[in-house]
């Protein structure tokens, strides 16, 4: 089978090109700059990747750009979206790649017979973030959805780009009658296959390079490795549809801290948090629709280790 992973070289998408060309499919995945070699040596030096994998150039604001991408493909993945910080123009920067974008993405299968199934990669963010109390009672779970409200009143640009994204693809795909998934992840780290440092990583990296307090922060984690065979399994299932929360525990960065210290006794490390409020409580993420798509969850402390022990080989360490 032939399936198309659009922004391929991303952190994501590399383990799902991977993971894919190991499951032995054909694999077309988009870069926007197909001479950077930072952006395709390393999917270039995959196993199968000279005889399965093919790349294609497509931007997310170029209205078509992803024709040729989908041409032939039983499945698309759709994963690319802009994901840094800072920003400093959230509509240009943010938004329109990721709305429009994922409208101009859904508009070339839409019009490709091949494609039976588009696996979108939408975010926790797009299910979380509405007003409503985090405690450690609270179970979020996929009938939750963030609020663009709430997103504007509070400047959560990405957060806002990932829902009115995930939103839009729902009405389009309902409209045209696409067969769509989406997975929504929480924080993602694991270990790194590209040679450059995404947003979810540098959330560990920044813990271990010197700093001397950790924010103030609980989130959502999960291994990347776990991402990945999310989208394929949700891709594959027959029977998988609506959305799925990817996501494996839910941390404090104090608890990320601590976990470290029990890893890497000799490590520096932040002793105090950033701002001295009480710790964010810790909330609940149900993943029940995920493991019963066959989603085997890596603990958090393992997908830790993998991360730091990737970001030490990649030389990132300062
Ligand atoms: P990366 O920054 O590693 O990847 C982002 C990808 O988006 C890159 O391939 C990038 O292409 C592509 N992209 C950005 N802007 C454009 C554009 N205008 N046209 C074409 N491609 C573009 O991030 P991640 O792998 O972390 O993120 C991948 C997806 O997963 C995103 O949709 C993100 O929202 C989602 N996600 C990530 C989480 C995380 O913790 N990492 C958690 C939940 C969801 P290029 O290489 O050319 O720059």
């Not at 060309?21 to 995959?46: E, M």
Request: aromatic content about 8%; proline content about 6%.
């Amino acid at each position: 089978k032939t399936v198309a992973v659009t922004g391929g070289s991303g952190y994501i998408a590399s383990w799902l090109v991977k993971s894919l060309l190991d499951r032995g499919y054909t694999v077309k995945a988009s870069v926007r700059d197909i001479n950077d070699p930072r952006k395709t040596q390393h999917l270039l030096a995959l196993d199968g990747a000279e005889e399965r994998l093919h790349l294609v150039k497509a931007d997310l604001l170029e209205e078509g750009s992803y024709d040729t991408l989908v041409d032939g493909c039983d499945g698309v993945f759709h994963t690319a979206s802009p994901f840094y910080y800072p920003i400093t123009d959230p509509q240009a920067e943010l938004i329109d790649p990721a709305l429009k974008g994922t409208l101009n993405v859904l508009g070339s299968c839409a019009k490709t017979p091949s494609v039976k199934r588009v696996v979108l990669t939408s975010s926790l963010a797009t299910v979380s973030f509405n007003g409503k109390p985090l405690t450690p009672e609270v179970v979020v779970d996929e009938t939750w959805w963030s609020d663009p409200e709430f997103c504007r009143e509070n400047q959560l640009w990405y957060v806002l780009s990932k829902t009115l994204a995930e939103d839009a693809a729902w009405e389009f795909a309902e409209e045209k009658g696409l067969d769509l998934i989406s997975v929504n992840p929480a924080l993602v780290i694991g270990p790194l296959l590209q040679p450059t440092l995404n947003t979810s990583s540098a959330a560990i990296l920044n813990l271990i390079n010197g700093a001397m307090t950790y924010p103030n922060i609980t989130s959502a984690w999960v291994n990347v490795k776990d991402v990945a065979d999310a989208h394929i399994l949700a891709f594959e299932n027959p029977s998988a549809n609506g959305r799925y929360c990817v996501v494996e525990s839910v941390a404090h960065r104090s608890e990320i801290v601590n976990i470290l210290r029990e890893l890497y006794p000799s490590f520096q490390l932040p002793e105090k948090c950033s701002d001295d409020k009480p710790f964010l409580p810790t909330y609940q993420v149900s993943n029940e629709r995920a493991k019963n798509l066959g989603v085997n969850f890596i603990p958090l402390k393992e997908s830790i280790k993998e991360t730091v022990e990737s970001l030490e080989e990649k030389s990132f360490f300062r």
